[in-house]
């Protein structure tokens, strides 16, 4: 046979693909070859190279092979349409369909959950906020109770939150939300309750739901301090921050679960993660739901200041970072503004003692 000009080594099969580097939300375009190892290449420039061992099946629709790595980030994906290229590679991947969790913890899930939803802020902060000014007006109703319902599942699966249910607890937390609720003229569609988990929060989701978290209420002295707290999160309700909160804050992880097709896994952490690095409602939503606080607790007769007192108590104990009230506007300036704005009571407590002490073990029966 001729062989002045030599075939070349019959090069490694491969094809193209998606890849999904699992640390940024960039998808890429990327060609894979077949070398002793799956090469992901960008042109000349191998961008990652995945022992054929370590592959593993990730859910994802029919008609692609979705394939993760053991040793990449967790949420490092590859999605292969070409059903000859998925044949082969599946073919030298011995272990695709072993669905052991290996090495990789659900901290070590969580820890890189963190770090995708730390590199996806920068698109939160800058792209997502014009887009949920826009698109809340646009949200019907019905659609947001829904994505408020998603919430309410993933926040009660990721805290493994339950619902406290001791009944002189939760006469008291009703009697104090209904005096908020109607200084504050919002109708009976309102739903809250306390959730029973460590974290030191409350929020509002979408389709008017108030969660007050029993880490916050372990930590409060007296119901005027959560009386502003729950009137701040009925303020971000009024104001439909919840729902640019959610398009701005969950919006991001559904989006990322959309793209890995796993919206009850990752994403609910990615959803948790975030909601416990940042939150995602702008500084100015912070301050009117705060200006909304102090109205309310004026309207009550209740002073303003123990809510900033609250939050300085709070946010001076936990880990910089690790509590949603952290990044609020800095506690100490929320204080001095609910000092600037407090008023000698005028008006009765708004729980009896003993209702107060009712409250703060309204989670006694909660395991
Ligand atoms: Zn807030």
Redesign the pocket.
Request: net charge negative; hydrophobic share 30%; no cysteine.
């Given at each position: 046979m001729d062989s002045d000009a030599p075939e070349p080594a019959k090069s490694p099969a491969g094809g193209r693909a998606i890849y999904f580097d699992g640390t940024s939300n960039q998808r890429r375009a990327v060609t894979l070859r077949f070398a002793d190892r799956l090469e992901i290449r960008d042109g000349d420039q191998v961008l990652a190279a995945w022992a054929y061992g370590d592959i593993r099946r990730a859910d994802g629709p029919s008609g692609m092979l979705r394939a993760s790595c053991l040793t990449a980030a967790a949420l490092a994906r590859l999605e292969i349409r070409d059903a000859a290229v998925a044949a082969d590679l599946v073919s030298r991947s011995t272990g695709i369909d072993d669905n052991t969790p290996g090495r990789r913890g659900v901290a070590t899930i969580v820890g890189w959950s963190l770090a995708a939803a730390v590199s996806i802020v920068a698109v939160v902060l800058f792209g997502v906020p014009l887009a949920a000014e826009r698109l809340t007006p646009l949200v019907p109703d019905s659609f947001e109770r829904r994505l408020g319902d998603v919430a309410d599942r993933q926040v009660k699966a990721v805290f493994d939150a339950k619902l406290c249910d001791y009944a002189p607890g939760q006469q008291a937390f009703a009697k104090l939300v209904t005096a908020i609720r109607e200084a504050a003229d919002l109708d009976t569609s309102v739903q809250s309750g306390v959730l029973s988990t460590w974290v030191p929060n409350a929020?509002?989701l979408p389709g008017g739901k108030v969660y007050l978290l029993s880490g916050l209420l372990a930590k409060a002295e007296n119901a005027d301090e959560i009386a502003g707290v729950l009137a701040?999160?009925l303020?971000?309700l009024k104001h439909r921050?919840n729902m640019r909160g959610l398009i701005h804050n969950g919006g991001t992880s559904f989006l990322i679960g959309l793209l890995f097709g796993d919206i009850t896994g990752s994403s609910a952490l990615i959803f948790a993660a975030r909601s416990l690095v940042t939150?995602s409602?702008t500084r100015e939503?912070?301050q009117d739901?705060?200006s909304f606080s102090i109205e309310i607790m004026h309207r009550l007769g209740r002073p303003t200041k123990p809510m900033g007192e609250l939050l300085v108590r709070v946010t001076g104990k936990e880990a910089k970072g690790l509590s949603i009230l952290s990044s609020?506007p800095l506690s100490a300036d929320r204080l001095a503004r609910m000092t600037r704005e407090d008023r000698p009571a005028s008006s009765p407590p708004l729980l009896t003692g003993e209702e107060w002490r009712a409250l703060k073990m309204i989670c006694s029966s909660a395991s």
């Open positions: 929020f509002a701040h999160e303020g971000h921050d939150n409602y939503a912070e739901a705060d609020h």
